[in-house]
């Protein structure tokens, strides 16, 4: 499956194309599990972190490194991190507890393919991982320690677990924009937040540095959420490799259905130039990320 799958071969691409058999390599090397992991759970964990996801935080935190000064090989743990508990949020939402989906990343999800208690602990064991990978591989260890806390902070309660359980509740409820963002800013903002944070970070940037890198991270979050409502309405299955129009004939709470499909687009365009314009003043080193936020407005999956 093409994972980018753009029209034009952009700048973006380009970089993706070359750093993400870096990242999958990384994640396969992770993942090889010789004591003591039964075989079927060693499937699931791969099954579903080797799918051909887009790779999209991990190519922040190597984009944000390597705009403050840092090589990709310095930042790769960290990228793996963040993959790591970003999938292991994809098998547990696709739970039939959660939103009950049977496809992800173009195969059966987790659950469908290996069953739901195998699922639940490979997501378990992948988040486990992540502060694992984090601990032993990222150098210094008091920078190491600062990415363990920063990525807790960003996959806890009051972030990802925190926005999904509201994300849950709200399914029915009648809420306002401010209270959607709040939903998402949690749920989908804060890992692409910290991909961006843990790229300055292992990178030992400066705190300016890092709070652009973190304003852009929050714009891009927001308004990577509301083209994933819009390609919900608008996409296909073959190519978004998950179920279309889910949230939309279940009633759910989404950009689209608050505001109408033009205002959604008009507010992911907004948010877009927002991240840009965070990054601008840094210049050449900043050229990686302003063309991601291009993608990221153009993406189709
Ligand atoms: C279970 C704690 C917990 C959280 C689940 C990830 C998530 C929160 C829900 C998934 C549903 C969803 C549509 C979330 C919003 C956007 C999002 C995170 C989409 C998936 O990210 P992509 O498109 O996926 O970057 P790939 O597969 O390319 O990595």
């Not at 990343?105 to 992948?126: K, V, Y």
């Not at 927001?222 to 409502?229: C, N």
Request: negative net charge; contains cysteine.
């Amino acid at each position: 499956m093409d994972r980018m799958n753009v029209s034009e071969p952009s700048e973006f691409n380009s970089y993706a194309l070359a750093r993400r058999d870096a990242i999958d390599a990384a994640l396969d090397q992770y993942t090889q599990f010789h004591h003591g992991c039964p075989t079927h759970l060693r499937e699931a964990i791969r099954h579903s972190l080797l799918a051909p996801g887009k790779r999209l935080r991990p190519l922040l935190v190597l984009m944000a490194a390597e705009a403050c000064g840092s090589s990709p090989e310095q930042a790769m743990p960290a990228a793996c991190a963040v993959e790591m508990v970003h999938t292991y949020s994809l098998v547990h939402d696709d739970l039939p507890a959660m939103d009950d989906d049977d496809l992800r990343r173009g195969r059966p999800s987790c659950h469908a393919a290996f069953g739901e208690a195998t699922a639940i602990l490979a997501g378990d064991a992948l988040q486990a991982l992540a502060f694992e990978v984090l601990a032993k591989y990222v150098q210094p260890p008091q920078i190491a320690a600062r990415c363990c806390a920063e990525l807790a902070t960003a996959a806890g309660a009051e972030s990802l677990v925190g926005g999904q359980a509201d994300d849950l509740d709200a399914e029915f409820a009648t809420l306002g924009v401010s209270q959607l963002e709040a939903i998402h800013r949690r749920k989908t903002g804060a890992m692409f937040r910290v991909s961006l944070r843990l790229g300055g970070i292992v990178a030992q940037a400066s705190d300016e540095h890092i709070s652009r890198l973190d304003d852009y991270g929050a714009n891009l979050g927001l308004a990577f959420q509301i083209i994933d409502d819009l390609l919900d309405v608008e996409g296909d299955v073959k190519t978004l490799g998950k179920r279309a129009q889910k949230d939309s004939t279940r009633g759910k709470l989404t950009f689209p259905a608050l505001l109408g499909r033009e205002e959604s687009s008009r507010r992911a365009a907004e948010l877009i130039s927002a991240a840009r314009r965070a990054v601008e003043p840094w210049g050449e080193p900043a050229r990686g990320l302003d063309s991601l936020a291009h993608f990221v407005l153009e993406r189709n999956r």
